[in-house]
């Protein structure tokens, strides 16, 4: 178990969220869906580049989605899973949905977000926080990053 979920239900989830990512393109591949009641009701990846947005991460599409699904912005009893570590703007925007939980698979070295958002996460704030499981598949999840660094030619 892997706080309530079991290790297969949060194997499966996350594989499904890596394919997701894969639909990224020109984008970094990041993958999310959110869960509630063990049905997906909402998913995206990343479409900053084909969208021109730069709000058009993998998690906050994931939201929309959810949020239009039922008919809230309320995601309470929903969990997210993202194949990244989710930056601060989507920390934030998963802690105002009021998602319960974040499973996440490679960690954001780079940005070190867990230390950046620590006061995002701070307990005194006046509505719930997530808990946050990190390195689900994360080592599936890194290669795909690695994979399109390596490939990617900056301009």
């Not at 709000?55 to 599409?61: L, R, S």
């Not at 974040?102 to 977000?113: M, N, Q």
């Amino acid at each position: 178990m892997i706080n309530n979920l079991s290790k297969d239900s949060c194997y499966n989830y996350m594989n499904k969220a890596l394919n997701l990512a894969k639909l990224s393109g020109k984008d970094i591949p990041v993958g999310a869906l959110i869960i509630c009641n063990n049905e997906i009701i909402g998913c995206g990846y990343n479409q900053r580049e084909n969208q021109n947005d730069a709000t058009a991460h993998a998690e906050i599409v994931a939201i929309r989605q959810a949020c239009e699904y039922m008919q809230s912005w309320r995601l309470t009893n929903s969990v997210i899973f993202s194949t990244l570590e989710p930056c601060p703007m989507c920390t934030e925007a998963i802690i105002q949905a009021r998602i319960g939980k974040i499973y996440f698979g490679a960690y954001d070295y780079t940005l070190e977000v867990l230390n950046l958002t620590k006061n995002l996460f701070n307990s005194r704030r006046g509505y719930p926080i997530p808990e946050v499981i990190g390195g689900i598949l994360e080592e599936e999840c890194s290669q795909l990053l690695l994979e399109y660094f390596k490939n990617e030619v900056r301009v």
